[in-house]
């Protein structure tokens, strides 16, 4: 048996806090213990209730911060981690002109691997410790990102761009070799340690009626993996694709007459989506990945989150950073604009909201619930240790490091996600591990 203990303030989610109330669904100890065992959660509960039970355990003390299980992003791209911040275009421009050039790069295996450790090193930093990844067109591209999330030991997803039309021909595969070449990378790493698998086809303009077709056939034979790809993130995009699949009942009709729309299926972005594509989505339990830091600077619209989010049909909602048409590997950032979108649309979005999407939202977008996104006993201990105040500036607001109660709490996540970035992130474990810590913090934690 090996176990382990750590003391600290302690926020996570039981339940969806856009459905019940804050009571319900928020769980919070001012002053908790959290005790692992082989890397997954044995019991959380407040220091007084069980350092007794466990007093021989040693005890990791983080005085004066916030304990989160681990950030989730629903979508991002790790090819396109050199080109973020490119200026200038909207969505099918900005492709031509940045992405697309920069994606043929990953043909080589080595440049792959570089690009892919500094990415999970900087997801990691951020606090992210499960996403679900686009690679390039090339088998060697998921290679090399699997090899360096297996090296880390890390909950990861991802998949090889399948995209056989109106694209530049070296980033091009055919449906037979995008069938073959992902039923192969399926073999070899879904369920590889923590790893799964995703079919990816970049979106419906850059696929064929055969691709999406092979690609329905490929879910079928292997229904436990993922299906992830965009959907109306652009009105020109929409637009497109009603002219490329003129037979389809809208931009969801496309995916849904291949057999892609399911329980499993992720789709970023959905700012065009209609009433009767929500509805689907809704019946399919499908899942929306919500990019706004990516909607914004792309100028693509603003996602309609109450509607998601809504009683009629509701529909599973991550978050996802988009790196590199999203401008910040940081999810705080990413709850940030996802405040200001809901804003702009005369709503509002609280702080343990924009957080549940963040942690235990996500992992139900994620079709994974039952593995991680709280402290549940017997998930893994994925999470992350914030100080909330990390800068001078988040000092003065957040006055008092620990609140005492909820009111007070929400108020100070608030602050937090409002203002913060990566200096919040004090420290990053994965499956118990120390994975990352930030230097500016190392002297203020201590086994006790």
């Not at 991002?76 to 973020?84: G, K, L, N, R, Y």
């Not at 069938?179 to 590889?192: F, G």
Request: proline share 4%.
């Amino acid at each position: 048996m090996s176990l382990k203990a750590f003391r600290g303030a302690f926020l996570d989610f039981i339940d969806d806090p856009f459905y019940v109330s804050e009571a319900d669904s928020v769980r919070y100890f001012s002053d908790g213990l959290l005790i692992l065992e082989n890397g997954k959660v044995k019991a959380l509960g407040t220091y007084d209730s069980l350092h007794q039970t466990y007093a021989d355990v040693p005890v990791m003390t983080y005085p004066d911060r916030l304990i989160l299980p681990g950030f989730i992003d629903t979508h991002i791209h790790f090819p396109q981690t050199e080109m973020i911040a490119a200026y200038g275009e909207q969505l099918l421009e900005w492709l031509s002109k940045y992405t697309f050039p920069i994606e043929g790069k990953f043909e080589d295996k080595a440049y792959a691997q570089e690009i892919a450790s500094f990415f999970l090193d900087e997801l990691l930093k951020h606090g992210t410790t499960t996403a679900l990844v686009f690679a390039a067109v090339y088998p060697q591209s998921v290679d090399a990102f699997f090899e360096e999330a297996s090296r880390r030991h890390l909950r990861m997803i991802a998949g090889k761009v399948l995209m056989d039309r109106n694209a530049p021909a070296f980033l091009t595969d055919t449906p037979e070799s995008a069938y073959a070449d992902s039923k192969r990378l399926i073999e070899k790493w879904h369920k590889h340690d923590r790893l799964l698998y995703a079919i990816t086809p970049r979106f419906a303009v850059t696929s064929s009626d055969e691709q999406l077709r092979l690609a329905g056939k490929l879910l079928a034979e292997f229904p436990d993996v993922y299906m992830h790809t965009h959907i109306s993130e652009n009105v020109n995009e929409v637009a497109l694709v009603a002219e490329l699949f003129p037979d389809s009942d809208g931009y969801l009709d496309v995916y849904d007459r291949a057999g892609l729309v399911g329980t499993k299926s992720v789709f970023a972005h959905g700012v065009q989506l209609t009433n009767a594509e929500f509805q689907r989505l809704s019946e399919a339990r499908s899942a929306i990945a919500f990019c706004p830091t990516s909607n914004l600077f792309l100028g693509s619209g603003l996602f309609n989150l109450k509607k998601a989010k809504s009683v009629d049909c509701p529909v599973k909602v991550g978050l996802g950073t988009d790196v590199g048409g999203g401008t910040s590997f940081s999810m705080l950032q990413t709850t940030s604009e996802a405040y200001k979108v809901t804003q702009l649309r005369g709503e509002t979005l609280s702080s343990f909201q924009a957080l549940f999407l963040a942690t235990l939202g996500g992992a139900r977008a994620l079709s994974l619930e039952d593995t991680l996104g709280n402290f549940e006993p017997g998930k893994e201990a994925d999470f992350i240790v914030l100080n909330p105040r990390a800068t001078p500036l988040m000092a003065r607001r957040n006055p008092t490091a620990i609140a005492p109660s909820l009111p007070e709490l929400a108020d100070q996540t608030f602050a937090t996600m409002i203002l913060g970035d990566d200096r919040v992130i004090h420290a990053t474990y994965i499956m118990g591990e120390l994975a990352y810590e930030n230097e500016a913090y190392k002297e203020n934690a201590a086994y006790k």
